[in-house]
T-cell receptor, first 115, second 111 residues
Framework: GAVVSQHPSWVICKSGTSVKIECRSLDFQATTMFWYRQFPKQSLMLMATSNEGSKATYEQGVEKDKFLINHASLTLSTLTVTSAHPEDSSFYIC???????????FGPGTRLTVL | QKEVEQNSGPLSVPEGAIASLNCTYSDRGSQSFFWYRQYSGKSPELIMFIYSNGDKEDGRFTAQLNKASQYVSLLIRDSQPSDSATYLCAVNPNTGNQFYFGTGTSLTVIP
């Protein structure tokens, strides 16, 4: 149980385009989803926390107009990187928690490369 | 002071030995503690969690929690080369579901 998927697993795009990443909880309802970014050989950096039906809470320094998060249902959250630039190239990972627990289950990650 | 601190390593142990990974945290009110394993290029996967003082065993893994000293450790018995990865300690400071992650300890098990 507690499986989280992400799509796509990797994406290459041109600078200035927008990219949408989906995060789904496959066998449970995710009350809270988290989005992280990880650069090579660095630790996880929390970008934002989202609860179903509410606006996401962004961490300090993360531009909410650039990283749009939509948590439309209890099984789906999306992260859209708008007007992507090469410095946005990174490994984006989502995680989810079930109601009543605080254990975070991670998706497999999406590797974004912006040319 | 970082909320969660880990020795970045690298830590090398021979195959079959016990690997000991340590983590300290700053928020004394923290209630939930987690160990994740992350292979290079992959996302973290949950190894185990612990809430109460003492030891918790799951197969070759044992988590140890000492709230008075504010540390949590992970022991890996009979280490295997497949255990070579970065181990992340995570703490829930009990202010919501957000975790504080350590920077991870890189473990190499030498055949």
């Amino acid at each position: 149980g507690a499986v989280v998927s992400q799509h796509p697993s990797w994406v290459i795009c041109k600078s200035g385009t927008s990219v949408k990443i989906e995060c789904r909880s496959l066998d449970f309802q995710a009350t809270t989803m988290f989005w992280y970014r990880q650069f090579p050989k660095q630790s996880l950096m929390l970008m934002a926390t989202s609860n179903e039906g509410s606006k996401a809470t962004y961490e300090q320094g993360v531009e909410k107009d650039k990283f749009l998060i939509n948590h439309a249902s209890l099984t789906l959250s999306t992260l859209t990187v708008t007007s992507a630039h090469p410095e946005d190239s990174s490994f984006y990972i989502c995680s989810a928690t079930q109601g009543g627990t605080d254990t975070q289950y991670f998706g497999p990650g999406t590797r974004l490369t912006v040319l | 002071q970082k909320e969660v601190e880990q020795n970045s390593g690298p830590l090398s142990v021979p195959e079959g030995a016990i690997a000991s990974l340590n983590c300290t945290y700053s928020d004394r009110g923290s209630q939930s503690f987690f160990w994740y394993r992350q292979y290079s290029g992959k996302s973290p996967e949950l190894i185990m969690f612990i809430y109460s003082n003492g030891d918790k065993e799951d197969g070759r893994f044992t988590a140890q929690l000492n709230k008075a000293s504010q540390y949590v450790s992970l022991l890996i018995r009979d280490s295997q080369p497949s255990d070579s990865a970065t181990y992340l300690c995570a703490v829930n400071p009990n202010t919501g579901n957000q975790f504080y992650f350590g920077t991870g300890t890189s473990l190499t098990v030498i055949p």
